[in-house]
């Protein structure tokens, strides 16, 4: 008989950490190692938690180093372990990914778009082993990384070779979306969509940029208190994009009533009307033009741009 997490639980050992493996949270992998501490399948699964905690923004600099040194450590203990375990290879592959996404966000040109393919290929690789059904955290996790290296490598080019990463990232954080319906995986999918409307902007593509605004603001109506509220709030980017949206196909009106709504609004340590006035800018750079333009800089002149001083 195999032996029960506890004498009041009918739950196997095996299965509890089959089910830790499958919650896939790094105090729950950390729990399950010091039960079966020469399982291979459950330290690799622990040293990609460690790795992916190790690149979120959030994570202190030092700590991420400590992560990323206990994350190798755990993953080369795995594949010694197990070396032909398609999970092993799949966190490693994850890792690496990690690890060339790192060093791509670090370098410029065409030494970083290298690196950031590169990193493209190893979440892709690591994907073809993950599954929603039996574990669904690290397809997420891994999904959530590879569009974070698409939207990265389309940043490296302009025009349709810069939109169509950015596009595939949109439709991984999409799929995370269906099956993982938190208020983190909405407010990812929303401020990208945000995002993206703004390059679209940019590229003369405004009915889409109205679109994906609108697809946005939708989620982000949905999203509740799994995200900061500051974070929540610095989502009215969305209506901006929203609204050059609508300049650009010539709706005057109705861009002008979401300025002047949002325009003294706090978003990112500036105001709504601050950003406003500096994508306005960044559109002339780019020799982006519509006969609606000077007459919205002029009509929005009189508003403050700048928060009062407290």
């Known amino acids: 008989m195999r ?125 073809e082993v993950f599954s929603n059904a039996d574990l669904p955290r690290s397809r997420a996790a891994t999904q959530n990384n590879l569009a974070s290296a698409l939207w990265t490598l389309g940043d490296q080019s302009e025009g349709e070779e810069g939109l169509k990463p950015k596009r595939e990232s949109i439709e991984l954080l999409r799929q995370v979306v269906s099956y993982q319906l938190d208020d983190l ?25 109205q679109t994906r605004c609108e697809e946005a603001q939708r989620l982000a109506n949905e999203i509740g208190d799994g995200v900061q509220k500051s974070d929540r709030d610095n989502l009215i980017f969305i209506q901006g994009n929203r609204a050059h949206a609508l300049l650009f196909q010539g709706h005057y009106d109705e861009a002008l009533a979401i300025y002047r709504q949002y325009w003294d609004k706090p978003l990112n340590g500036k105001t709504f009307g601050e950003v406003t006035l500096e994508d306005f800018a960044t559109f002339d750079k780019a020799g982006l033009t519509h006969p609606d333009l000077s007459r919205m800089k002029r009509a929005l002149e009189d508003l403050p741009s700048k928060a009062p001083s407290p």
């Open 3 to 127: 032996r029960t997490i506890s004498p009041f639980s009918k739950l196997t050992v095996p299965e509890w950490i089959e089910n830790s493996i499958k919650a896939g949270t790094l105090e729950s992998l950390r729990v399950a190692i010091q039960i079966d501490p020469a399982n291979a399948r459950l330290i690799a699964h622990f040293g990609m938690a460690l790795a992916n905690l190790a690149v979120a923004e959030e994570t202190d600099p030092a700590e991420a180093r400590r992560m990323r040194a206990e994350a190798d450590f755990q993953t080369g203990r795995a594949l010694k372990l197990a070396p032909d375990n398609d999970e092993v290879k799949a966190a490693i592959q994850n890792n690496l990914g990690n690890a060339l996404y790192g060093q791509g966000i670090r370098t410029r040109g065409a030494e970083a778009s290298e690196l950031l393919t590169q990193a493209v290929a190893a979440y892709r690789s690591a994907l």
């Open 185 to 209: 995986s909405r407010y990812r999918l929303a401020s990208t969509l945000g995002s993206l409307a703004f390059d679209l902007v940019l590229n003369s593509q405004f009915a889409e940029a």
